[in-house]
């Protein structure tokens, strides 16, 4: 996977009061994804975008799209790519 099509992958971060929270408690950052992407392309598309590992993704389709929940190792790297990202 090349950044061409990560970025068509991870379309935006989504930012909410909850997803704040998410960022503390659960170490987990929101995107909004591509309807087609697969939690394996999730995964590798924020490595790609944002040289972090990615523990664990989890999906949900909404009105917005589709929205992963994406969990990193420890808060604090949760924590520094939602500041890298603008979401804190």
Do not use: W
Request: with cysteine; glycine share 2%.
């Amino acid at each position: 996977m090349n950044l061409d099509q990560a970025n068509k992958i991870i379309v935006k971060p989504h930012i909410t009061e909850k997803t704040f929270a998410m960022v503390e408690n659960e170490s987990k950052v929101c995107f909004i994804a591509e309807n087609s992407a697969t939690k394996p392309q999730i995964a590798e598309a924020i490595k790609i975008l944002y040289n972090e590992n990615v523990t664990k993704v989890n999906t949900a389709r909404t009105i917005y799209g589709k929205k992963c929940y994406v969990k990193f190792e420890t808060t604090a790297k949760a924590r520094d790519l939602a500041t890298k990202i603008g979401m804190l």
